[in-house]
């Protein structure tokens, strides 16, 4: 069974940065599609950035762009969200996720993934 674990959550004010880490274990991480999705109150989660097993191809939601860069490590079975001029609407829960499926990879539907992480709390004051 594949677990995942966020971290790098916090209190940050706008303008400020964090950066996300979510650890896998349990399967063949190197295999896996990565996604980042967010989650804020009385709003649906929402897709956030990705990332593909086969070369590193990256995506990111309108929202975000220029300003997060998703990476990972398959040595350390670890993939980053690295957050830069962070926004009050910026604030939610933020998940990873990973799909193991083969094929092509629907980076932005909730419904691809396999496996998620339990979240961690991003807040950014204004």
């Known amino acids: 069974q594949v677990q995942l674990v966020e971290s790098g959550g916090g209190l940050v004010q706008a303008g400020g940065s964090l950066r996300l880490s979510c650890a896998a274990s349990?399967?063949?991480?190197?295999?896996?599609?990565m996604g980042w999705f967010r989650q804020a109150p009385g709003k649906e989660r929402e897709f956030v950035s990705a990332?593909?097993?086969?070369?590193?191809?990256?995506y990111y939601a309108d929202s975000v762009k220029g300003r997060f860069t998703v990476s990972r490590d398959n040595a350390k079975n670890t993939v980053y969200l690295q957050m830069n001029s962070l926004k009050p609407e910026d604030t939610a829960v933020y998940y990873c996720?990973?799909?193991?499926?083969?094929?092509?990879?629907?980076?932005?539907?909730?419904?691809?993934?396999?496996?998620w992480g339990q979240g961690t709390q991003v807040t950014v004051s204004s």
């Open positions: 349990g399967g063949t991480f190197s295999r896996y599609d």
């Open positions: 990332i593909s097993w086969s070369r590193g191809y990256t």
């Open positions: 996720a990973a799909d193991r499926r083969s094929g092509t990879f629907y980076y932005s539907d909730y419904g691809t993934y396999d496996y």
